[in-house]
């Protein structure tokens, strides 16, 4: 590309955009020239976080928003997206408060919600905090034995469920359930089992308080709002069980009031903020960044069904979203696919604009170093245009920050997303960990691939076998009833082992491998599955991923294909099939398979580096216990199902070796 010498800046260049580009941002050179470049609306804001007790949070934000809209959900019916106010927010926790209180409920007894994203889980959340009340979230996808297993595990009586299908899951094991008394259901037109006498609707739960001794309701109410304290449990929040029996986590609010403090000091949030609710409020993640947002006043947009999380976007157009990273590798994929399927201009502007502002991001931004005047200059045209279209037409032109976790982000999402002129805030935390142990801070140097900086009162400790231990006021205080497993996580000196391997460099955390997911080959190396898998996804017609290497001569994987693209691909290609078994096996389809893995490994060492795979005709799912409720892979029943497949690969190669 051309060089030119600049006189905005005596010793460097500026690299010339491609003609068209220049065409592009010819009518946006004189406005920047009239005016200055204007800083971010999310810059310089004033922290306005409410710090109080979360059994007072909701009634003290109502006194300071009153009638401003603090929640908003889609309601399908109308099509529309409807606001709740502060004042309706308080209103419906206190209705639920003396409901509770009127049935019966206990201090420090254990209720369930089995929903997913509504309003109405917060009603019940914290209706239950302020009256001393612990609840217990359910994923909305959880089978009938893990809703008997957590039911019987924390004596539930009272669980409240979402829709018909969290109604007829519930409904079909009370049998089996020790202490169920009633079920309260969220959505009015879930149709009841004829023979259900324990089912009542949540607005007639909620009518029932009215009822009974007003006076004496209150002065519980008031009894159990003075009694409130730290040191209560708040949450008990059951682990998805990728590697045994799920184990339920204790979270007090002592960790929570933490947990607020130690994240309002490094992300620059406000009441100005939007979020939208995407991860089920069941996750930690999303539990404790909505929570810390509702702390800072900012409107929470709560998104129902997690396919329609694209269409949400461009409706709420929200400054913050918490997210795993497949969700921005399913934004980075979709992107290359519109290049892809774009003219030659659209590839060359897109593919130039991404191209700046990677580079303005890792070698510069992200460093905490100034950039020299001619990129500069570049990126800002670039963001005034091709960029600024593309976060428009994802609904992000508002935003203001992103947290990913969950999973490793892989270096391409993550330069695309800041190249995108988006704040992905890249953490690391657990369960156990009230979420945050780590995030990057937006006034320090950021390493791509890290996991961020340590948050404020969290120590950390590498073992010798690199597992990463912690210890600070955040930190569970063990599993529900169960010791032996609390003594086995948390040592003698409150340390808690977290089964992560990692290291720490220059102030920032590093991730290696789940301690029980690293595989030794029979030949002695050691394997990262995760770090493969996530390689392969960033491709296209790569839809899931699973690597077997524990005890084999050599690495292999199943892969699930996206079959959306790979049947077009097919059929433009005059291949035929009669069966997604039938295209799985296709030698040409086999040969198109193995040259993009060969393309996505070139920079692993040549023992990691995926031998041979099979394709499979049907995806892992949660149905089949294949995937955790947050979508983790549970390996070894995927390698139980395919134990003949896996089986065969090795054979195969044994058998060639020998021929």
């Not at 020239?33 to 976080?49: G, H, I, P, W, Y």
């Not at 949400?312 to 696919?337: D, N």
Request: proline share 3%; glycine share 6%.
């Amino acid at each position: 590309m051309l060089v030119i010498a600049t006189p905005l800046e005596r010793g460097s260049s500026l690299k010339t955009p491609h003609p068209a580009v220049r065409l592009l941002i010819s009518q946006t050179v004189k406005s920047n020239q009239r005016e200055t470049l204007k800083l971010s609306d999310f810059q310089n804001r004033n922290a306005m976080q409410t710090k109080c007790h979360l059994s007072k949070l909701i009634a003290a934000q109502a006194k300071k928003y009153g009638d401003r809209a603090a929640l908003s959900y889609r309601d399908y019916d109308l099509d529309k997206w409807v606001d709740i106010s502060w004042n309706t927010f308080a209103k419906k926790v206190k209705d639920v408060s003396l409901a509770l209180l009127h049935a019966g409920v206990k201090v420090q007894e254990n209720i369930a919600v089995f929903s997913q994203n509504k309003p109405e889980t917060h009603f019940v959340d914290f209706g239950a905090y302020g009256i001393r009340v612990v609840t217990i979230p359910f994923y909305a996808t959880s089978s009938g034995a893990q809703v008997t297993y957590m039911l019987n595990d924390a004596d539930i009586r009272f669980l409240f469920v979402g829709e018909q299908q969290q109604y007829d899951t519930a409904f079909s094991i009370i049998s089996v359930t020790r202490s169920l008394e009633r079920i309260i259901i969220f959505d009015p037109k879930v149709k009841k089992n004829p023979k259900d006498h324990l089912s009542v609707y949540l607005s007639d739960f909620l009518q029932e308080h009215l009822q009974g001794d007003r006076k004496a309701l209150e002065a519980e109410y008031e009894h159990r709002q003075a009694d409130a304290n730290y040191r209560d449990l708040c949450n008990i929040l059951y682990t998805s069980g990728t590697t045994g029996q799920s184990k339920g986590v204790m979270l007090t609010y002592d960790q929570y009031r933490e947990g607020f403090r130690v994240n309002d000091a490094v992300l620059p949030l406000s009441d100005k903020d939007v979020f939208l609710n995407f991860l089920p409020y069941t996750h930690i993640f999303e539990r404790a960044w909505c929570y810390l947002g509702l702390t800072e006043g900012a409107r929470q947009c709560i998104n129902l069904r997690p396919t329609d999380v694209l269409k949400s976007l461009q409706e709420v157009h929200p400054t913050c979203m918490s997210s795993v990273p497949r969700f921005w590798e399913k934004v980075y994929q979709a992107v290359m696919e519109k290049m892809e399927k774009g003219s030659f201009l659209e590839r060359k502007l897109i593919s130039e604009a991404l191209e700046v502002g990677g580079r303005y991001w890792t070698q510069y931004k992200a460093k905490g170093k100034p950039a020299p005047m001619g990129l500069t200059l570049q990126y800002q045209l670039y963001d005034k245009t091709i960029i600024k279209t593309l976060r428009k037409t994802l609904g992000l032109e508002r935003a203001n920050i992103f947290p990913t976790a969950g999973a490793a982000v892989s270096p391409e999402v993550e330069r695309f997303v800041h190249a995108a002129g988006l704040n992905m805030v890249v953490g690391y935390g657990l369960t156990e960990s009230l979420a945050t142990v780590s995030c990057d801070h937006c006034d320090k140097p950021i390493t791509m691939g890290s996991v961020g900086r340590l948050i404020d009162g969290i120590e950390i400790k590498i073992a010798d076998n690199g597992e990463i231990l912690l210890r600070g006021k955040t930190i569970t205080p063990g599993y529900y009833r169960k010791a032996s497993a609390t003594k086995e996580a948390i040592d003698e000196e409150g340390w808690f082992h977290t089964g992560d391997a990692g290291y720490m460099k220059n102030g920032e955390l590093f991730l290696r491998e789940r301690i029980k997911d690293l595989f030794k080959t029979s030949n002695g190396k050691y394997i990262a599955p995760q770090m493969i898998e996530s390689k392969l996804v960033l491709d296209k017609y790569f839809d899931q991923a699973v690597i077997v290497a524990d005890e084999r001569k050599f690495v292999s994987a199943l892969i699930v294909p996206n079959y959306v693209l790979l049947e077009k691909y097919a059929h433009d290609h005059g291949i035929a099939f009669a069966s997604r078994s039938e295209l799985c096996k296709h030698e040409k389809i086999m040969e198109f398979f193995t040259e993009r893995i060969e393309t996505l490994q070139q920079d692993l060492a040549h023992y990691e580096k995926i031998k041979r795979f099979i394709l499979l005709p049907e995806p892992f799912t949660m149905e089949n216990e294949e995937l955790t409720n947050t979508l983790k892979v549970r390996r070894r029943v995927v390698y139980a199902h395919y134990a003949d497949q896996i089986d065969k690969i090795y054979a195969d190669a044994e058998a060639a070796a020998h021929a």
